[in-house]
């Protein structure tokens, strides 16, 4: 195997044995052969759009199935099979639409080769042999953008698939809401059949920013699914403690899969708690109504292992970041939607009944904790609600600046970074942050500025659209550009939907962005040094540094 995706990844080096993340040498083969198996559906697929000709039973196919590979999702080898096999059917399904769409048009339908033309091996061991002949050469770690070689357009192509992981999984989550955007699958289908044609490095680069506008779009798309279905958010305290009675934890991304789950337990007197990325579900009206939704427990998805372990009741995981479960908790531990893990029991659709018997059956929270509370839920609309009173504040001086602090949260040291520039942000200035990396500062109390909090949770990383909206409109209010504003962002990153989100940062011509840990390994040295001279794009180094130069 070789697999660079993730900041996790072996010593910055590819994992080549086993994934730091646990997934092992087949389910990394086959997946990657099951990216190559969805290259050939979209090359069908694409022109069958081109002809007007659309199927909504591939687009949920490619969007669960690239889903399937991003980081922490599927680490089941029989499932990825399952669904290897599957794309050859609807590669076949996507070739009869593009076949009927020509004949309709009076045009010839052109043979297709490459992935189009691929059929799948029928044993296992044949199966992962054809999967190796996809693998990423490990060789290809450091390409060479001035020769324009092999290595640096592979690494550009895997930027650009990657990518797209990200924006299939938001797209699936919008989609699981019945919010279907058939332009965006479109575009999935135009990018992912391009890559099977040679290409310079200078058009893989537009590309991928066309992939950042792309999730801009469907960040935006999934944003409207979110209000629409739940409403807007608001400011909401969430418990830190759980309440003494039965207790169901629910961890990933999957509003759709909490809210069927409230459903089916209203009344039944479990408790329902958030873990990781569900923490922003206690904004939405439609959510908080539950009175069962009692609170957020532990911490961002690092800390699964102690976090299940210490939990007397049933979890759900709709969605990554999904680790090796102990045996403590793997029969109380259920998984959703595209998430799997050999050995666990997964649940097809939104029947939660398993998850609710294995929630009586387990002992349950013996008495109440402290009632302490944290404060989610500032959407864009909660924030532009009080534009007004900020745009005040940043004339008057009283608010000197904000930043953008948020992202993933990853295992790898040096991610202290994040608390410590937090906790260094200086008083008159508001940090705005979101997805999972907010664990490593959220619980501590930065007080108020003028009214407002100081630190401003917009919710999940698909919820970076919240603070695209919100940028936009102060920029508006200043009459500048988002480079001009008093923000800086500085971001973490782990796996492929924050490389979705910074292609969309990218795409939009947002300047001066500060990532890490570490950069990520597929970015060659000279892509990286593009990015710097064309976005300043920049590492991050020590807080104290980085924040002197973003308040200089
Ligand atoms: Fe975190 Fe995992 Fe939300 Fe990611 S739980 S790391 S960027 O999946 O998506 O922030
Ligand atoms: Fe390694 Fe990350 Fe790939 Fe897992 S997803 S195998 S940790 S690079």
Request: proline share 5%; hydrophobic share 45%; charged share 15%.
């Amino acid at each position: 195997m070789f697999c660079y995706q993730c900041e996790q990844t072996s010593q910055g080096q590819g994992c080549q044995v086993i994934g730091v993340c646990g997934k092992d040498e087949n389910t990394a083969t086959l997946q990657d052969l099951l990216i190559h198996a969805l290259k050939g559906v979209s090359q069908y697929a694409h022109r069958a759009g081109q002809l007007g000709a659309s199927d909504p039973e591939i687009d949920a196919f490619v969007i669960e199935s690239i889903f399937a590979t991003l980081t922490n999702v599927n680490f089941d080898e029989d499932r990825v099979a399952e669904l290897v096999y599957e794309a050859a059917q609807v590669r076949d399904r996507a070739r009869a639409l593009y076949t009927a769409a020509a004949v309709n048009a009076g045009v010839a339908a052109l043979p297709l080769s490459g992935p189009a033309a691929w059929q799948p091996a029928a044993t296992r061991e044949a199966l992962l042999a054809q999967g190796r002949e996809q693998l990423i050469p490990a060789s290809y770690l450091t390409g060479n953008l001035v020769n324009n070689d092999n290595k640096e357009i592979k690494n550009l192509e895997e930027l650009v698939v990657y990518g797209l992981k990200g924006v299939a999984a938001y797209a699936y989550h919008a989609m699981m809401l019945g919010s279907s955007a058939p332009a965006a699958y479109a575009t999935v289908y135009e990018i992912l059949s391009a890559l099977t044609e040679p290409h310079t490095a200078e058009e893989l680069l537009g590309l991928a920013l066309k992939v950042g506008e792309l999730n801009y779009a469907v960040i935006e798309q999934l944003d409207h699914a979110h209000t629409e279905t739940f409403g807007a958010p608001t400011p909401a305290a969430v418990r830190l403690h759980p309440l003494k009675g039965k207790a169901i934890l629910v961890s990933g991304h999957d509003l759709h899969d909490l809210y069927q789950l409230l459903l089916q337990t209203d009344g039944l007197g479990i408790n329902i708690y958030t873990h990781g990325e569900m923490l922003p579900a206690h904004g939405y009206p439609k959510l908080k109504a539950f009175k069962h939704l009692a609170g957020n427990y532990g911490g961002a998805w690092i800390d699964q292992a102690q976090d299940f372990d210490a939990f007397p009741g049933s979890i759900l995981m709709t969605s990554n970041c999904i680790q090796q479960p102990k045996p403590s908790y793997t029969k109380r531990l259920f998984t959703a939607g595209a998430v799997a893990w050999p050995g666990v029991e997964h649940i097809a659709g939104t029947d939660f009944a398993p998850v609710i018997a294995a929630a009586l059956a387990a002992p349950g929270f013996a008495e109440d904790g402290p009632a302490d509370s944290i404060t989610t839920g500032f959407g864009h609309n909660a924030v532009l609600s009080v534009a007004g009173t900020v745009i005040d504040a940043v004339k008057t001086g009283a608010l000197r600046r904000f930043f953008l602090i948020g992202g993933c949260d990853g295992a790898r040291s040096g991610r202290s970074y994040y608390t410590e520039l937090a906790e260094q942000v200086p008083q008159d200035c508001i940090i705005l942050t979101l997805a999972c990396g907010k664990y490593r500062f959220n619980k501590q109390d930065f007080g108020t500025l003028g009214g407002l909090p100081r630190l401003l949770d917009l919710g999940q990383c698909n919820d970076a659209y919240s603070a695209l909206k919100i940028a936009q409109a102060l920029a508006a209010a200043f009459e500048c550009g988002v480079n001009d504003l008093p923000l800086s962002l500085v971001l973490s990153w782990y796996e492929q939907k924050a490389v979705a989100i910074l292609l969309t940062l990218l795409w939009m011509g947002v300047r001066n962005i500060r990532i890490g840990p570490t950069l990520p390994a597929f970015l060659s040295p000279a892509v990286l040094k593009l990015l710097n001279e064309n976005y300043n794009l920049m590492p991050i180094t020590t807080p104290e540094a980085d924040l002197a130069a973003m308040l200089g």
